[in-house]
């Protein structure tokens, strides 16, 4: 019994941490909205990978990953994503 409650709990407490894009994604737009911010987009990508550069075959560093301009806005799927705003 003690082990069902405690699953329980744990469950309870990941679930925030794995919300969904779209309904993060339509609260901060509700959020801009509100504020009379115009022009803008909200785009969700995936999180940029680890600080470390890959190294090629050859020994030289390959080129990093491009990362999207704009401010990180939220993260979302258990971190594996971002929401990214970008003023048009």
Do not use: H, W
Request: aromatic content about 4%.
């Amino acid at each position: 019994m003690r082990n069902l409650l405690l699953a329980a709990c744990l469950v309870s407490f990941s679930v925030p941490a794995m919300a969904s894009c779209d309904s993060l994604k339509a609260e901060i737009n509700a959020k801009l909205q509100a504020k009379g911010v115009q022009s803008y987009t909200l785009e969700i990508v995936p999180v940029a990978q680890a600080a470390t550069e890959p190294v090629a075959a050859s020994g030289a560093a390959a080129a990093p990953a491009e990362k999207p301009a704009g401010k990180v806005v939220g993260n979302c799927e258990g971190e594996t994503k971002q929401i990214i705003y970008t003023r048009n």
